[in-house]
């Protein structure tokens, strides 16, 4: 083979090198690329999801405020609907006791004359103390 031919070779040779090297670089410019906005897609992910955590724990915070809010009102209603059932009772005991005793000719006038055992006069001095307004709250339910 003459020197030309060979050098003609060599450089084709090297130019292919050249060219593969140059596309190499160019593809792998391209893979870092590629791997840099994945990992940028990635970090906007997690701020997005980090942020979509931190309301949802919000919201749940505030949700179990407003539980716990209605909960100590159930119980203040509940604790008040014990108190005015009780007076309830109560009341119907002396509508009871008064129509027996009216049925049984004592004590036809309560307010006048000893002929009334205490249980009357009793309950009629719990019927006055039951006018006053009930004072339940939350706060009698941590006995």
Known sequence: MSPIILRS???????RKRKR?????????????????????????VNHLKKENSDIVTSVSITTQHYLTVEAE????????????????S??????????????GMCSNPLVGLECDDFFVNQMNMSYMMNQPL??????LLY
């Open 74 to 89: 159930n119980s203040v209603l509940r604790a008040q609907l014990d108190e005015l059932n009780h007076r309830l009772q």
């Open 135 to 140: 004072m339940a709250s939350s706060d009698a």
């Open 91 to 104: 009341l119907n005991d002396i509508i009871e006791f008064l129509d027996s005793s009216n049925n049984n």
């Open 21 to 45: 090297m140059l596309s190499n670089r160019e593809s792998a410019r391209r893979s870092r690329m590629k791997k840099q906005k994945l990992l940028d897609d990635l970090t906007a992910q």
């Open 9 to 15: 070779e060599e450089s084709l040779m090297e130019q």
